[in-house]
């Protein structure tokens, strides 16, 4: 079974810096998708970003980047010039590449921006 | 409706009473996702639905748990025998497929607080 760890349960930065969050996984599957979701207080999860595992270039949206290490199975995500919006719980999650997959989530990061 | 409806958004019930959750998917979604949250904790898969069958029970934490989806469309979870340790945020997610690379999109969850 895969499994999803986030070292980091909480975390702050000021606004216009730049912050990395951490995440971890375990798989024996060579194929596999990641993503990073963010929960607000609203509790609605929205997808912030999403790497295939077989592409070797980081995915990047906008301020949202990732540093994905296949090898060390290593999957951050690095918020430059974060802002109050940017306030929320983070979740690193896991997919399978078959189909009918579900998404396998790390305990989250709560993420602080202060002025 | 623009996105996954879900109510009741917030549920408090006395321990051995029956609950039902329901979820409305964006229309013409054919995969559907219930997960659980609970404090403190990342999401953890429940079931998922393609169509109105339910290749993936594989969560369910107990036979108390069940669910159903009707017409391709709204699900509904059932928790009968309420327990304390069934407290949690559920939410419900939907996809155009169930491919990995389809997004789910979440619905705002339901709260439920067992007393």
């Known amino acids: 079974a895969q499994t999803v760890t986030q070292s980091q349960p909480e975390m702050s930065v000021q606004e216009a810096e730049t912050v990395t969050l951490s995440c971890t996984y375990d798989?024996?599957?060579?194929?596999?998708?990641l993503f990073w979701y963010k929960q607000p207080p609203s509790r609605q999860m929205i997808l912030v970003i999403r790497q295939e595992a077989y592409k070797q270039q980081n995915a990047t949206e906008n301020r949202f980047s990732v540093n994905f290490q296949k090898a060390a199975k290593s999957f951050s995500l690095k918020i430059s010039d974060s802002q109050l919006g940017d306030a929320a719980m983070y979740f690193c999650a896991y997919r399978s590449a078959g189909t009918a997959s579900k998404l396998t989530f790390g305990t989250g990061t709560r993420l602080q921006v202060t002025l | 409706g623009a996105g996954v409806s879900q109510s009741p958004s917030n549920k408090v019930t006395e321990k051995g009473k029956d609950v039902e959750l329901r979820c409305d998917p964006i229309s013409g979604h054919t995969a559907l996702y219930w997960y659980r949250q609970s404090l403190g904790q990342g999401l953890e898969f429940l079931i998922y639905?393609?169509?109105?069958?339910?290749?993936?029970k594989s969560g369910l934490p107990s036979d108390r748990f069940s669910a159903e989806r009707t017409g391709g469309s709204v699900s509904t979870l059932t928790i009968q025998r309420t327990q304390q340790e069934d407290s949690a945020v559920y939410l419900c997610a939907s996809s155009l497929g169930a491919l990995p690379h389809n997004e789910q999109f979440f619905g705002p969850g339901t709260r439920l607080t067992v007393l």
């Open positions: 639905f393609q169509g109105n069958s339910a290749p993936d």
């Open positions: 798989t024996s599957e060579s194929d596999y998708y």
